[in-house]
């Protein structure tokens, strides 16, 4: 298989898919941004994509993500899910939300720790 993917026209639900990404791109001949949903294909021994425009990336609250539906192991292609598969699961994380994450001041945590062992330490006579 070579690196290069051409481009597919139409995929059909039932047809094997190599993976699925949503991108936010700049479009052609438009201005701002717009959400593109791209399914990559084998056809023959190529890799195909299908590219599908989404509307405006800003009416989307999920990230942009990839999900594989097949593996290379550098000779071989194994596909292992259908277009209609990964575009399923592409509907279900368009309405998730980002997790947040609370920094962490891992300085203070390793000082927080020393002191209770140092504690422990001493309550047990150790």
Known sequence: MEK???GAF????S????NLSEMNLKAPGKLGVRRYRV???IRGDRLAEHFEDLGPADTFTASEFRI?????????AEILHTV????SIA???QHTTPPTFQPRDLVEEFISNREQRTQLIKERGL
């Open 4 to 6: 290069i993917a051409v």
């Open 10 to 13: 139409t995929v059909s639900p």
């Open 15 to 18: 047809e094997p898919a190599f």
């Open 39 to 41: 399914v990559s294909v």
């Open 68 to 76: 594989p539906g097949g593996v290379w192991d550098g000779k071989h």
């Open 84 to 87: 209609e598969e990964l575009r």
């Open 91 to 93: 509907d279900d994380m």
